[in-house]
């Protein structure tokens, strides 16, 4: 089992800057793909970014160039800086895992979920 925690969410104007923290625990957690997901009232879940064990990283298009993940192998967390957010970033993000050595785009692929993380960006 993988239990993951999410924090950092909060209200920000456009243009601001907020950073996600997901806490890991349980199994060994430097062989995971981990990834950011978020859903807005009414849409489906969408991925944000991911990283793989060996540290690449993929991108939404609708983030890239703004957001970057990233991990801490040793401290079992992984962090989504987020620059220049927008309204449309509003939504409540969440934290997913998988034991598998590639990123994957579709919500079912990832097994563990945190309880998700609301982010507001106000105009």
């Known amino acids: 089992q993988v239990q993951l925690v999410e924090s950092g969410g909060g209200l920000v104007q456009a243009g601001g800057s907020l950073r996600l923290s997901c806490a890991a625990s349980g199994r060994p957690f430097s062989t995971y793909v981990m990834a950011w997901f978020r859903q807005a009232p009414g849409k489906e879940r969408e991925f944000v970014a991911g990283i793989s064990w060996s540290g690449s990283t993929y991108y939404g298009d609708s983030v890239k160039g703004r957001f970057t993940i990233s991990r801490d192998k040793a401290k079992n967390t992984v962090f989504l800086q987020m620059n220049s957010l927008k309204p449309e970033d509003t939504a409540v993000y969440y934290c997913?895992?998988?034991?598998?050595?590639?990123?994957?785009?579709?919500?079912?692929?990832?097994?563990?979920w945190g309880q998700g993380t609301q982010v507001t960006v106000s105009p």
């Open positions: 997913a895992a998988r034991s598998a050595t590639v990123v994957a785009a579709d919500p079912g692929a990832y097994v563990y």
